[in-house]
């Protein structure tokens, strides 16, 4: 079973406080996750959030979660994703101290999707994979991602439309994991996610 310890780094705007759920023996690589809209409850202990980071551990990652600036007991307030990048790159930084510099996996939901994003543009080297949940396009300007990227989203998302989706990834030729039925919020289907992110990482060398 991983072991969970809570951490508080000194951020941009103040104190982060975050997760890590670490596996039994020496991780392989590092997992870090973003949480969705701070502004429409978004925090780190949001069950897509927990689910990734769960799977994560079982693959043998260091992975850790944590809250935005102005959520929980993180310090700081709101940027509409600015200052949320800056926090990401900050958790990355200390993950490496923590850890050393093993592969780097990205994954977000939702605002946390469209943050990550962003944040493996800023990173040299690039991350290993990013791992997109229903990413927020159409809501924040999205860039492109590697094409290596795995998005799962569902068909029938009431907050992140799945044609958006579609018109972001198709000159990317970036593929689509579809849940059929499922929402935004992925209830009665986070077993699918963590399955997919499994078949997804097993057999890979990192």
């Known amino acids: 079973m991983p072991t969970l310890k809570k951490f508080s780094i ?76 800056d926090d990401l790159l900050t958790i990355v930084h200390y993950a490496k101290e923590e850890f050393g510099h093993l592969p780097l996996i990205l994954s977000g939901f939702s605002f ?36 290596n990227t795995l998005l799962i989203h569902g068909e029938q998302d009431e907050v992140v439309s799945l044609a958006d989706v579609m018109d972001w990834a198709r000159p990317q030729h970036l593929p689509i994991v579809v849940l059929p039925e499922a929402g935004h919020y992925f209830h009665g289907r986070l077993h699918q996610i963590k399955q997919l992110v499994l078949q997804d990482f097993h057999g890979q060398r990192l």
């Open 10 to 85: 000194t951020g941009p705007a103040g104190h982060l406080e975050g997760i890590a759920h670490l596996p039994d023996d020496e991780p392989c690589a590092i997992a870090v996750i973003a949480h969705p809209l701070p502004t429409m409850g978004g925090t780190m202990d949001n069950k897509v959030v927990t689910t990734l980071a769960k799977t994560f551990a079982e693959l043998g990652f260091a992975t850790l979660r944590f809250n935005f600036r102005g959520v929980g007991n993180s310090e700081g307030e709101f940027d509409s994703g600015n200052g949320e990048v």
């Open 112 to 147: 946390g999707g469209y943050v990550q994003a962003r944040a493996a543009q800023h990173l040299h080297p690039q991350p290993h994979r990013l791992v997109l949940i229903a990413p927020a396009v159409g809501r924040f300007e999205m860039p492109h991602v590697p094409h």
